[in-house]
């Protein structure tokens, strides 16, 4: 038998329908010869053979249904009759499949983020048990403490908890190699934080124990990247010094290109360095950040309990002096799942957008049922048609569940390449750098997402509105085959779903807009400081400036040098640049009042401490409230001096003249002289525009030098950018072994700052502009459906003398109530669920009037876009055509 | 109503009546069934291409296009191998039956 021959036929319907045409024919001429031959005329031969055999259309019908009865063959010519059925209404397959595309595309892109930063378990051997143990300060809210190496050892030694514990403190070193210095990253760990990264030198070896010992610690690890870029990849490099802030550290060992390891890090590490473990006996200052690995079958939470007990001890031994009058510090140790400290601040992003996404498909999902309904309410005819010819049941359901599926699948295999190009692009735009460390794959689990949604898309909303349509042309066809029936509860059904549409649409406009406007407010937030037209750079003297003057007097002639060139006004030296770098939050005393930095005091005895040069405030243009500004007078050895905000006035002196008045920073000690305050300057968001205004003192790089300061510039250009070759020529003329670091205008810094909230304030805006055009698109079709329907009730309309206007207007309202109600209900909606954006939005109220009105006016602007097409139809229709017609 | 005994007793003399020919087109199997039962069946000759296609599909008859001896196109069929087992079983099932009303009857 010829299988291929017939598989060939099968997959042609028309060949296949020609060739059973054919053998009835056959058939029939062979009876009307044997008539004939009988002695009929060829007319009665002819008219006997067609009654005998019976009805030709039905048995075809039946004929063509046996030959695609269930086999593999046969859903392969099913599939191809659907793709030829769907590519001769495009525009019923096209909107379905862009739509399902869209919706499952973008739910996709976000899953895929949540599964790579929050499903998969990170690149490391039982990454599940890693946790990060911090110190925590609790009565100063403080959580994440990095640990002094006393308490690490303590801890390493004494907990049965944990199968391995190490330590790691970050550090900056200048590189010199070459010509050029260069400041690179550099991570000090304990040895064992290799195995437990699961992380093999690519060359040589990683440290021993031996050498986290002090006086051993001058071997180095190169990562792969630096190992390229600054030594050309030799393999001969092990063995040799390279020098790292002018000391001279061996090279014991590479690592591969893939080694990954961060633990929050805004780079990643470019050399690794030996920890010496050498404990402070006070314990008063850390630096480590602590990784361990539980014990096998030990739960996180007895982990934790069996630490708390620990830490209650080091408490009791070393910590106790922190809240000098017997108050409890708060110290303890925290646990934090290694995971969930490095994706902490894209959990509540991520969710956000899921959600967000959610929506879309739910959107997509009620617009494809809404074309299924339309679709399948006018092909009524062309299946009752079919019924009375003899197709079967099972035979009609099955075309529309292949149809459902091709759709399904077209969609599908669209919306993965939407989510493969849409996850890239968000994680390329976004601002958090553990997006890029964690990276993003449509891996099989993400696929396995898409086909999910879009197998539940067409369960749900494909196929149910399909089944429904072959049940109601069976009935249809049971009476006159000829009259659409049931058309009332089909368009109530799809008005609902435009409705519940716009309704989703508009919560999601609501939040975009919430976001939008709470970001403009933000920028509006007067800072206290004028960034524009300023530049800023960041320096860290090397160890070679080891004193204090050397380090003041550089930057003396730094600013000095600054100063010539043409395009600077001003310059200016600090330790913090205000609202962009991390605040210092130092505790001081008070002369005549008692040092409780840690007590239960109305203010908390603490202020963030700024070392600026005298220029600064002028550079700032930050105002003098009271006396005066620092000075070429304050210098190192004469009266020691501070300048202070009007926050730490009004908290410790309200009412006061707190000039003339002395403070320390720390605690009142023998031989530390008092400090004089000076000046009182206004205010300044120094935390940014979303942080409280703290208390501040400011005391003079003379007499308080820092080896690292940030340089701010006034500059006369209007691109502050341009400046910054001749910055690094006025660095370069003082000391050519200093790198100039981070050189951004002010405004640069700022918009980092704000770059998560401009992520999130986007990705819900593109998120709410798509839901709005699938809902508009719905919107169409449902207006544009129902004048389709109603053409004869419009034309006897007009017979009747309607006018175009009229017209117009019956049309335009059906569209505006649906929008209308969408708008409301979504608006409710909104307010009911206000508490999911509450943390996102600053400075406007839930119920914006701004947001509340913009969409209020957005809304029926879309509903008129998409009705106004369908309204020209309806007018357009003419009244004698139609009456002729009836 | 009963439609599958009627399906099966159809299915039953198409495949009897091939195992007596080596090849047949539908005309020639209705005229063939009609002839040998004595006119008694008289099924619209149309319904007999349905179940010719479905046992095409089952693999119990294959086909191929030939000529008649008037020289016209038809589709011929011809009994499988698989075709064979089914007759023999549906024969033996049909006697089953025949009995069954046989003897409720009484005529046994």
């Known amino acids: 038998m010829s299988l291929i021959r017939r598989i060939l036929n099968l997959q042609r319907r028309t060949k296949l329908d020609a060739e059973i045409q054919a053998e009835l024919l056959s058939h029939i001429e062979m009876a009307v010869e044997d008539g004939i031959g009988r002695g009929m005329s060829e007319q009665e031969a002819r008219r006997e053979a067609i009654l005998r055999f019976g009805n030709t259309g039905m048995v075809h019908e039946s004929v063509a249904g046996e030959d695609m009865f269930l086999s593999l063959n046969s859903i392969c010519s099913d599939v191809l009759y659907a793709f030829r059925q769907l590519r001769h209404t495009p525009a019923f397959s096209l909107p ?190 850390g630096q480590l950040q602590m990784v361990a690995r539980l014990r096998a079958g030990i739960p996180l939470d007895q982990a934790q309990r069996q630490m708390d007990v620990l830490a209650a001890r080091l408490e009791r031994e070393y910590h106790i002096q922190m809240g000098p009058h017997g108050e409890d510090p708060g110290y303890g140790v925290r646990l934090v799942p290694l995971h969930q400290e490095l994706s902490g601040n894209l959990r509540e992003p991520l969710s956000l957008m899921l959600g967000a996404a959610a929506l879309i498909f739910l959107i997509a999902c009620g ?66 750098e553990m997006a890029r460390f964690l990276g993003v794959s449509l891996d099989s689990k993400v696929l396995g997402y898409a086909v999910g949604l879009g197998l539940i898309a067409m369960m749900l909303f494909g196929l149910m509105p399909g089944l429904l349509i072959v049940r109601r042309a069976r009935s249809v066809a049971a009476r006159t085959g000829h009259q659409v029936l049931s058309e009332r509860r089909s368009r109530s059904l799809r008005s609902i779903l435009v409705v519940v549409e716009t309704a989703l649409s508009v919560t999601l406009l609501l939040g975009a807009g919430m976001l939008i406007h709470s970001f403009l407010r933000l920028q509006e937030i007067p800072l206290g400081f004028e960034p524009h037209g300023n530049l800023t750079a960041h320096i860290d003297l090397p160890p070679s400036y080891s004193t204090g003057t050397a380090q003041s007097q550089f930057y003396e002639r730094l600013l000095e040098q600054v100063r010539s060139i043409t395009a600077v006004k001003g310059v200016a030296a600090t330790t913090m640049l205000p609202a962009s770098d991390r605040l210092l939050h130092d505790p001081f005393s008070i002369e005549g009042r008692p040092w409780q930095p840690f007590g239960s005091a109305r203010v908390p005895q603490f202020a963030n401490h700024q070392v600026v040069s005298p220029d600064y405030f002028r550079v700032m243009g930050i105002a003098v409230r009271q006396g005066r500004m620092f000075s070429a007078q304050d210098k190192d050895g004469s009266q020691p001096v501070v300048m202070v905000n009007e926050t730490l006035v009004r908290g410790f002196w309200p009412g006061e003249m707190p000039i003339g008045k002395h403070l320390v920073l720390g605690a009142p000690r023998p031989g530390i002289p008092w400090q004089t305050i000076v000046g009182v300057v206004a205010d300044v968001r120094s935390g940014g525009a979303t942080a409280e205004t703290l208390p501040e003192i400011y005391t003079p790089i003379t007499q308080t030098p820092s080896a690292a300061m940030a340089l701010v510039l006034d500059t006369k250009v209007n691109d502050p950018a341009r400046v910054a070759n001749d910055l690094r020529d006025a660095v370069r003329a003082i000391d050519r072994g200093i790198p100039l670091e981070r050189v951004a205008t002010y405004e640069e810094l700022l918009g980092t700052q704000l770059a998560a909230r401009k992520y999130q304030m986007f990705l819900l805006a593109a998120f709410a502009g798509l839901a709005l055009l699938l809902a508009a698109v719905g919107l169409y079709g449902v207006v544009s459906y129902a004048v389709t329907q109603r053409k004869g009730e419009i034309g006897l309309r007009m017979a009747f003398g309607a006018s175009l206007q009229d017209v117009t207007a019956m049309v335009l309202r059906q569209a505006f109530l649906l929008a209308g109600s969408g708008l409301g209900i979504g608006m409710v909606m909104s307010i009911l669920t206000r508490q999911i954006l509450a943390n996102e939005i600053f400075g406007v109220h839930f119920l914006d009037v701004p947001v509340y009105l913009g969409v209020t006016l957005l809304v029926p602007a879309v509903a008129l876009a998409a009705a106004a097409f369908p309204a020209r139809r309806a007018a357009s229709i003419d009244p004698m055509q139609t009456l002729r017609m009836e | 109503m009963a439609k599958n005994d009627l399906q099966g007793s159809l299915d039953l003399l198409v495949l009897k009546t091939l195992s007596q020919r080596t090849k047949l087109h539908g005309y020639g199997i209705v005229q063939h069934i009609q002839r040998a039962s004595d006119e008694l069946l008289q099924v619209e000759e149309g319904s007999i291409y349905p179940a010719l296609h479905r046992m095409e599909q089952s693999g119990w008859i294959a086909s191929e296009w030939g000529t008649t001896e008037t020289n016209r196109k038809a589709k011929y069929y011809r009994l499988t191998r698989l075709g064979q087992k089914q007759l023999q079983a549906a024969e033996e099932s049909f006697e089953q039956l025949v009995k069954g009303i046989r003897s409720i009857l009484g005529y046994a």
């Open chain 1, 96 to 285: 379905a499949v862009l739509t399902l595309a869209i919706g499952i595309g973008a739910s996709t892109a976000v899953f895929s983020l949540v599964q790579a930063f929050l499903l998969r378990p990170l690149p490391y051997p039982d990454a599940s048990r890693l946790v990060v143990v911090w110190e925590q300060l609790r009565v100063l809210g403080i959580d994440r403490f990095p640990a002094p190496v006393g308490d690490f050892v303590d801890y390493k030694d004494e907990n049965r908890v944990f199968d391995d514990m190490g330590a790691v403190e970050d550090a900056h070193f200048v590189l010199r190699a070459g010509d050029y210095p260069e400041r690179i990253f550099a991570v000090r760990t304990t040895a064992n934080i290799f195995p437990m990264m699961g992380l093999r030198p690519a060359l040589g070896r990683t440290f021993s124990v031996s050498e986290n010992q002090l006086g051993h610690e001058h071997v180095v690890v190169l990562s792969n990247a630096i190992w390229r870029e600054r030594f050309g990849s030799d393999r001969t490099i092990l063995g040799k010094d390279i020098i790292l802030d002018g000391k001279n550290y061996q090279v014991i060992g590479v690592l591969p290109r893939n080694a990954q390891f961060s633990l929050g890090y805004p780079q990643t590490p470019d050399v690794w360095l030996p920890l010496p473990l050498v404990a402070d006996p006070a314990r008063n200052t």
């Open chain 1, 367 to 432: 617009n494809i049922a809404n074309l299924m309904l339309s679709h399948g309410v006018s092909r009524e005819r062309e299946f009752a048609i079919r019924i009375s010819l003899g197709a079967g049941r099972v035979r009609l359901v099955r075309l529309v569940v292949t149809e459902a599926i091709v759709i399904a699948f077209a969609g599908m295999m669209l919306g993965i390449g939407i989510a493969w190009a849409a996850s890239a692009m968000l994680v390329n735009l976004s601002p958090y």
